[in-house]
C-alpha cells in the first residue's frame, strides 16, 4: 500500500498569503495524485488531478506541481472561503486507492 | 443538476447489517466507476470500495473486504452498499463518489454526494 504523508498538519496564515502545502509519497506515483478540498460539514470537492490539472470550476490561484514522490499544492493568495483541509489521494497501485492524512489551513 | 444522494445509514450494533444506497441523477451513470469513501469522526478519508461502470469489477480496502459487497443497479442509476458483521471501527459518514474518467475503474472523484452517518455501538 502506498502512503501518502501531508506537511505541514495545520498552516497558520492570513488572506492575501501564498499557501504550500506538501503530499509525499512513500513510493512513486507517477502523475496520478489529486488534492480535495473539504470543509467543515461538507463533502470533499476535487481541486486538481494528475498533479496539475484544475477540476471544473476551480480557480486559477490553485496549482499543483510535482512528480513521482514529491507533490505541492499551491494557493497563490488565500481567500477567506480557502480555509478548509485539503487532501492528496493517489490511484497507482490500486487498489487501495489512499489519501494522505490532510492539511488544515486555518487564518 | 447531477447529484449523488446516500441514504440508508443509521446506528446499528456490532455484528449487525446495513445497507446504503446512493441515487444518481443526471449523468450517464453506467459509463463511470463508482466508489464509497468512508470518514470516521474527527478522521481522515478512507476509500471503501468501488465498482466498474458495468459492475463486473469491484474493488475492496482490506479493511473491510469479505465483510461488505458493492454493488450497482444501472437501470435505477443506483449504488449500493451491503455491510455485514459491522464493527465499532466502521463508525463513519459514508459518501457515495463518482470517478472523474470515462470508463476508468479506480480513478479520482469528481462528484461526492452529501454522505450518510453510520454509526456502530452496543
Redesign the interface.
Known amino acids: 500500500e502506498i502512503v501518502l504523508t501531508q506537511s505541514p498538519a495545520t498552516l497558520s496564515l492570513s488572506p492575501g498569503e501564498r499557501a504550500t502545502l506538501s503530499c509525499r509519497a512513500s513510493q512513486s506515483v507517477s502523475t496520478y495524485l489529486a488534492w480535495y478540498q473539504q470543509k467543515p460539514g461538507q463533502a470533499p470537492r476535487l481541486l486538481i488531478y494528475e498533479v496539475s490539472n484544475r477540476a471544473t470550476g476551480i480557480p486559477a490561484r490553485f496549482s499543483g506541481s510535482g512528480s513521482g514522490t514529491d507533490f505541492t499544492l499551491t494557493i497563490s493568495s488565500l481567500e477567506p472561503e480557502d480555509f478548509a483541509v485539503y487532501y492528496c489521494q493517489q490511484r497507482t497501485n490500486w487498489p487501495p486507492i489512499t489519501f494522505g492524512g490532510g492539511t488544515k489551513v486555518e487564518i | 443538476e447531477v447529484q449523488l444522494l446516500e441514504s440508508g445509514g443509521g446506528l446499528v450494533q456490532p455484528g449487525e447489517s446495513l445497507r446504503l444506497s446512493c441515487a444518481a441523477s443526471s449523468l450517464t451513470f453506467s459509463s463511470f466507476a463508482m ?1 464509497w ?1 468512508r470518514q470516521a469522526p474527527g478522521k ?4 471503501v470500495s ?1 465498482i466498474s461502470g458495468s459492475g463486473d469489477s469491484t ?4 479493511s473491510v473486504k469479505g465483510r461488505f459487497t458493492i454493488s450497482r443497479d444501472n437501470s435505477k442509476n443506483t449504488l449500493y452498499l451491503q455491510m455485514n458483521n459491522l464493527r465499532a471501527e466502521d463508525t463513519a459518514v459514508y ?1 457515495c463518489a463518482k470517478g ?1 474518467q470515462w470508463l476508468v475503474n ?5 462528484l ?4 450518510t452517518m453510520v454509526a456502530v455501538s452496543s
Open positions: 466508489n469513501v481522515g478519508l478512507e476509500w468501488a474493488y475492496y480496502a482490506d459518501y472523474l479506480l480513478d479520482f472523484f469528481d461526492w454526494g452529501q454522505g
